[in-house]
């Protein structure tokens, strides 16, 4: 009997270091789990631009939009007035075309009563 409970105490020996050692196995992949993922986050972030330089060029960025939208808004001020110009010209020709037909039909008339008037003598 005394054997028996012998060798019940080294088989439960036995398994409670087996077991024991089977938590430091767990702790272990757990940790090198960790580094794994830590390592892989790490080149991830190495890919990008620190936030220092990041920010420096969306201010950067910024500031060219605002000139680019003051220059667009000068354009298109500019496109405008060209725009008025343009129809103030086509209603300046419009009008001299009118005014030199008006000259136009005039002479005619006047040719036209000058020749009544030289082919009718005066009595």
């Given at each position: 009997?005394?054997?028996?409970?012998?060798?019940?105490?080294?088989?439960?020996?036995?398994?409670?270091l087996v077991y024991d050692m089977n938590l430091r196995e767990m702790?272990?992949?757990?940790?090198?789990?960790?580094?794994?993922?830590?390592?892989?986050?790490?080149?991830?972030?190495?890919?990008?631009?620190?936030?220092?330089?990041?920010?420096?060029?969306?201010?950067?960025?910024?500031?060219?939009?605002?000139?680019l939208s003051h220059i667009k808004e000068s354009v298109e001020d500019?496109?405008?007035?060209?725009?008025?110009?343009?129809?103030?010209?086509?209603?300046?020709?419009?009008?001299?075309?009118?005014?030199?037909?008006?000259?136009?039909?005039?002479?005619?008339?006047?040719?036209?009563?000058?020749?009544?008037?030289?082919?009718?003598?005066?009595?």
């Amino acid at each position: 009997m005394l054997s028996t409970l012998s060798q019940c105490e080294f088989s439960m020996g036995k398994t409670l270091l087996v077991y024991d050692m089977n938590l430091r196995e767990m702790e272990n992949y757990e940790k090198i789990y960790k580094e794994i993922e830590y390592d892989a986050l790490a080149k991830v972030i190495q890919h990008h631009p620190d936030r220092h330089e990041t920010l420096k060029e969306l201010e950067a960025l910024g500031k060219e939009l605002e000139h680019l939208s003051h220059i667009k808004e000068s354009v298109e001020d500019k496109l405008e007035l060209r725009r008025k110009q343009f129809h103030v010209l086509l209603s300046t020709i419009h009008e001299l075309q009118q005014t030199l037909e008006n000259d136009d039909k005039l002479s005619e008339v006047d040719e036209a009563q000058e020749s009544t008037m030289e082919a009718d003598p005066k009595p």
